[in-house]
T-cell receptor, first 117, second 110 residues
Framework: SAVISQKPSRDICQRGTSLTIQCQVDSQVTMMFWYRQQPGQSLTLIAT?????????ESGFVIDKFPISRPNLTFSTLTVSNMSPEDSSIYLC??????????????FGPGTRLTVT | ELKVEQNPLFLSMQEGKNYTIYCNYSTTSDRLYWYRQDPGKSLESLFV?????AVKQEGRLMASLDTKARLSTLHITAAVHDLSATYFC??????????FGEGTQLTVNP
C-alpha cells in the first residue's frame, strides 16, 4: 500500500512564528490536498496543491497565511504563518491514488498536531 | 452552499446491538466516502460509494448510497467495542475536493 508521511508529527510553537509541514508520498500522484481539523471538529479543506503552479485555496483560506509549495509529484509543503492560538489544529495532507488496481481513492497522511501557545 | 450533515453526532451503543448513521448532502455527486478516525489518529478509509444503489460491506459495517435522495447510510451490525471511533462521511465534488460531515462519535459499551 502507499505510504504517506508527514513531518513533523507534532509541534508546539509560539505565537507569531511560522511552521512548515512536509508531506511525502512514496509514489507519484496528481492530486494532493491540505486539510485542517480543529480540536473536536471535522475536517476542512484548505487548498489543492498544484504541481508547477499556485495552489487553489478554499473560501476562508489565503496564500499569505497558508503558503503551499508542490515542487514535484511526490512532495508538498504547507506553511502556517504568523501563528496564533486559533491555528492550533491537526493538519493533514491527502492524496488521490489507485492502490492495488482499485479505483482512485483519497488517502490521508498521519497528520501534524500543532499547538500554538 | 454545499452541506453534508450527519446524524446522530454522538451514539452510545451496547455491544451486540444494531444501529445506523445517516449522511445527508445538498448537491449531486457520484462519490461518497466513509472514514474512521480513532482518537489522536489520522483517517482510515472504510468505503467509497460510486453510484446510486451502491452497497458495500466489510465485517460488521455496511454502507449504502442513494444519490436520488442524497443520502448515505452506515449500518453497524452486532456492535463490538473495537468499533468505538469517530465516523465521517465525505462528499467528493469537482476537482476531487472532499466536504466532510460533522462526524459521529460512536461508543460501544460492554
Amino acid at each position: 500500500s502507499a505510504v504517506i508521511s508527514q513531518k513533523p508529527s507534532r509541534d508546539i510553537c509560539q505565537r507569531g512564528t511560522s511552521l512548515t509541514i512536509q508531506c511525502q508520498v512514496d509514489s507519484q500522484v496528481t492530486m494532493m490536498f491540505w486539510y485542517r481539523q480543529q480540536p473536536g471538529q471535522s475536517l476542512t479543506l484548505i487548498a489543492t496543491a498544484n504541481q508547477g503552479s499556485e495552489a487553489t485555496y478554499e473560501s476562508g483560506f489565503v496564500i499569505d497565511k497558508f503558503p503551499i509549495s508542490r515542487p514535484n509529484l511526490t512532495f508538498s509543503t504547507l506553511t502556517v504563518s504568523n501563528m496564533s492560538p486559533e491555528d492550533s489544529s491537526i493538519y493533514l495532507c491527502s492524496v488521490e491514488m489507485s492502490i492495488g488496481g482499485r479505483r482512485y481513492e483519497q488517502y490521508f497522511g498521519p497528520g501534524t498536531r500543532l499547538t500554538v501557545t | 452552499e454545499l452541506k453534508v450533515e450527519q446524524n446522530p453526532l454522538f451514539l452510545s451503543m451496547q455491544e451486540g446491538k444494531n444501529y445506523t448513521i445517516y449522511c445527508n448532502y445538498s448537491t449531486t455527486s457520484d462519490r461518497l466516502y466513509w472514514y474512521r478516525q480513532d482518537p489522536g489518529k489520522s483517517l482510515e478509509s472504510l468505503f467509497v460509494l460510486l453510484s446510486n444503489g451502491a452497497v458495500k460491506q466489510e465485517g460488521r459495517l455496511m454502507a449504502s448510497l442513494d444519490t436520488k435522495a442524497r443520502l448515505s447510510t452506515l449500518h453497524i451490525t452486532a456492535a463490538v467495542h473495537d468499533l468505538s471511533a469517530t465516523y465521517f462521511c465525505a462528499l467528493e465534488t469537482s476537482g476531487s475536493r472532499l466536504t466532510f460531515g460533522e462526524g459521529t462519535q460512536l461508543t460501544v459499551n460492554p
